[in-house]
């Protein structure tokens, strides 16, 4: 089968796409790729795990600059200095990850304010906007928690670094 032009140009065109992405390694002649510091934009993939817990895996690209409070504390701190294609596995405590679970944002409704279908394990959005998980039901009533759903875990976090721009 022959190459048309149409194939070369979609070619072509993913291929800026994935390279503008940092995906694809650029031609660089400068002696050293660009370091995270203080305004850098950062793009990078990530997943997050829990220790003991098969099944649960988050796995994400996305986009911070260093500095503004973008990503959790303890892992902006850790991609400090790190450049393009760096790797790193962090553990994070509950307390530098989600937080400690907290009881009092358990709350107690009436099951007739909920949808006739929910059931345990869903997450639904309150009135104000506020994500909550069904924890417990009864025929007349049903307990949602308020907590992150990593809250009082400990997750491990791989991060992979995408792209490094200059802050200047």
Do not use: C
């Not at 032009?5 to 660089?28: E, Y």
């Not at 098969?54 to 690209?61: A, T, Y």
């Not at 260093?66 to 959790?72: A, F, P, V």
């Amino acid at each position: 089968m022959k190459n048309g032009p149409w194939k070369t140009s979609t070619l072509a065109a993913m291929l800026t796409v994935l390279t503008g992405f940092g995906l694809i390694a650029q031609p660089n002649f400068a002696a050293e790729s660009h370091r995270i510091a203080e305004g850098s934009s950062v793009m990078f993939f990530y997943q997050i795990t829990v220790p003991g817990e098969r099944g649960f895996e988050v796995r994400d690209f996305g986009r911070f600059v260093q500095g503004q409070h973008q990503l959790l504390p303890a892992l902006e701190r850790q991609v400090g200095g790190m450049k393009t294609g760096d790797e790193k596995k962090v553990e994070l405590s509950p307390e530098e990850g989600f937080g400690l679970y907290d009881v009092q944002k358990e709350k107690i409704v009436p099951r007739r304010d909920l949808p006739a279908e929910i059931k345990e394990g869903d997450v639904l959005q309150d009135r104000a906007g506020h994500q909550a998980t069904v924890i417990r039901l009864s025929t007349t009533s049903a307990v949602v928690d308020y907590n992150p759903p990593l809250a009082g875990k400990t997750v491990i976090v791989k991060i992979k670094i995408l792209r490094v721009d200059d802050p200047s």
